[in-house]
């Protein structure tokens, strides 16, 4: 079992930053990859970034256009994203993610295990 929780979310001015956290707890030693996916309302639950945990290797949607960045500290206790540039267009609620299994696509939200519950972005004009 794996628990995840975010935090870090917020309101923020066009042009801003904010770095969400995402804390991790339980088996965390079958962990793979973790990742972020966001979610705004009537869409699709999109992926932005990820992180494999044993090499931290990144990979990044192409849509970011290099203003997110993932990360992890030294413990593997908190996965971060640093969310820059930020547009009215990237108001959504940000997840963080968990995959234990060997899979090929980063993308692919059916692939990952465990979830947290949310935090909230929003940003304003």
């Known amino acids: 079992q794996v628990q995840l929780v975010e935090s870090g979310g917020g309101l923020v001015q066009a042009g801003g930053a904010l770095r969400l956290s995402c804390a991790v707890s339980?088996?965390?030693?079958?962990?793979?990859?973790m990742a972020w996916f966001r979610q705004a309302p009537g869409k699709e639950r999109d992926f932005l970034a990820g992180?494999?945990?044993?090499?931290?290797?990144?990979y990044y949607a192409d849509y970011v256009k290099g203003r997110f960045t993932i990360s992890r500290d030294n413990a593997g206790n908190t996965v971060y994203l640093e969310v820059n540039s930020l547009n009215d267009e990237d108001t959504a609620v940000y997840y963080c993610a968990a995959r234990v299994e060997c899979r090929s696509n980063w993308s692919a939200r059916q692939e990952y295990n465990y979830w947290g519950k949310g935090t909230q972005v929003t940003v304003s004009a």
């Open positions: 339980g088996r965390t030693f079958s962990i793979l990859t």
């Open positions: 992180i494999t945990w044993s090499s931290a290797y990144k």
